[in-house]
């Protein structure tokens, strides 16, 4: 610490000269210790976080693996359903083409009966033809031709024995005609009875398959959709992990070395500034006073660890607190401070109590922020109010 810690107040010389080579000595002390220390905690981190990274790259290669098969499945499923109603389309239509041929066979049925009673009819015709026939014929055997009756008479009796037997011809090929249609319609239809029925049969056999398949391909999408979810749950936790772990390493390096904090450091206490930075006046003002109500609370700006704590004649209780890369806070007219040197601390943890600052006449607290032994304007490192 320099000459004057306020406008007003000058102590003696050799005082605040005293504190600065005492605060230089403990700064080049303590320094390195605590430089190694974060360093092993940043590589630990460090190391901590490559290892989630590593997960996170997995996961997300996962997840495109699920989604993947997953629009494989279901490109598999919806061709499978597409299947199925192609089938049962085809299963309908070969249903009633059995009911039609159902159908058929009753009209089969009805036009067999008819023609067998025209069989019938025409057989008891055959039948009566070919008795007139007979005893035309017997009787001209007994006669031997010799009691013939008139000639007109038995010209008439020939020509109607040869209608008769014409007639009796045509009814005979009639019949023939009939029973080979039948018999054709018959066979034609058991073939297509036969054909239909096996056609059937695939079609059930072929349906029953791909509902099987169906319900495989359900199981493995239901399958990998839970894999999916507990992959990006998985996922999610540990991009959480990264982000803190992220988080921990700004705070780390932030604790190495409270310059890479420029501009986010809290103020040591809420209220207006009386006195502000100030180091080209005279006398100078290498820090800035607060004006606070009396013992409001003062916290520390910053990571770091006490390394004065006492009563300087004109100053107050003055903490010092030694923080990463040669940058150390002051804290002066403190009414009271429980710290102890060596102590650490973390940002905005308490240092002590505003007490009586002599140039405000009223209570307050004087603060300076320190690079080795240069004083730094510390608004420009504070957050912006």
Known sequence: MSTNLSETVTPPRKRPLSLAAIVCAMVLALLPSSLHAAART????????????EKAKERRAS??????QERSVNAGLAAAEDRILKLENALSKTEDRLKQLAESDAELQTRFDRVDQERRRTEET???VLRTLWELHSRRLGVE?????DWPVTDREHAWSVELFASLDGYRKSLLAQEQSLVEIRNRRETLAEE???????????KEELLHSRISYSQRLSALRREKQDTEAELTNVLKLVETLNLRLREEAEREDIGK????IPWPAEGPVRVHFNPGASPPVRGFTLSLPQNAEVRCVHWGKVVHNDILRGFGRVVIVLHGGGYYSLYAFLSESPLRVGQELARGEPVGKAGFVPTLNASGLYFELRFHQKAINPE??????
């Open 196 to 206: 239909v029925e096996k056609r059937l049969a695939d079609l059930n056999r072929e």
């Open 63 to 68: 997840l495109t693996r699920l989604t993947e």
């Open 126 to 128: 055959m039948t009566e």
């Open 261 to 264: 904090a420029q501009g986010k």
């Open 380 to 385: 420009q490192w504070l957050q912006k109010k």
């Open 42 to 53: 940043e590589s630990a981190l460090q190391k901590q976080l490559r290892v989630e990274q």
């Open 145 to 149: 031709g010799r009691d013939l009756p």
